[in-house]
């Protein structure tokens, strides 16, 4: 992300990342991350962290990997600059904590949550809820978003977590080859409902990889949804990127190399 230093993202007061998918196993990205909250998220008052920032979380007392604390930790320094971080959770690491909330000096908020950034109201969300049409995820979230589920899984030996999460992925991998690309969509309805209960007319969320700024209506209907990009910079065709909003409440979205998007 050499490209960002020459990238100067003017008046941007909050930055919004989803999807980076952090793993051992992808130390470019891994650096990509490390790079862009070195060069960009410490001129910001706001860091939004909307889901899916690791490949997934087994628990806190995941903490004690390496790994994990380093990524931990450098979020908290961003933190400990002066740069308000917020967290929502994705599919993948739910399960993040109290305890990993403290080790990253970050605030967990609900989803969806609504935000007053540069003047502007919006909604943020990870986007998982909003793909209704996937009717087993649907079932499976529910089950797993429950308090007592999640006490009942984390009573178990890191160990055994880390196994079951590994059949997990690989089941659901094995599915998504099956599943149509628009199950694996959010939901029209899903999303004006977003729209309605929050009464807000912009959405930024992430989880389906379709970075995209979509409008519908117009006039006093008008409504715009931003898809924030996945992140992967461990293969040739890189992605990655994310979305700022300035002080004037203006929206920019930016690619993997650091470069606003036209849209
Ligand atoms: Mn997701």
Known sequence: MTASVSNQPGAAVALFISDLHLQPAHPRTTQAFLDFLRE?????????????????????DDLETPYNREIAEAIRQV?????????????????????????????????????????????????????????AYMEFRAQVRQPQWQAQFLALPLAQRKAIIAGVRKESQEEQRHKSMEIMDVNPAAVTALFDTTATTTLIHGHTHRPARHHSGDGATARTRYVLPDWEYDVKAQRGGWIAIDADGAIRRFGHDGQELAD
Not at 89 to 115: H, K, Y
Request: aromatic share 10%.
């Open 40 to 60: 960009q998220a410490r001129r910001v008052q706001q860091l939004y962290l909307l889901g899916d920032l690791f490949e997934y979380w087994a628990g806190d």
């Open 79 to 135: 933190s400990e600059s002066g740069v308000q971080v917020f967290w929502i959770a994705g599919n993948r690491d739910f399960l993040a904590g109290e305890g990993f909330a403290q080790a990253a000096g970050l605030t967990m908020l609900p989803d969806p949550s609504v935000i007053t950034v540069g003047g502007r109201r919006l909604a943020i969300a990870h986007g998982d809820a909003q793909c209704t049409d996937d009717l």
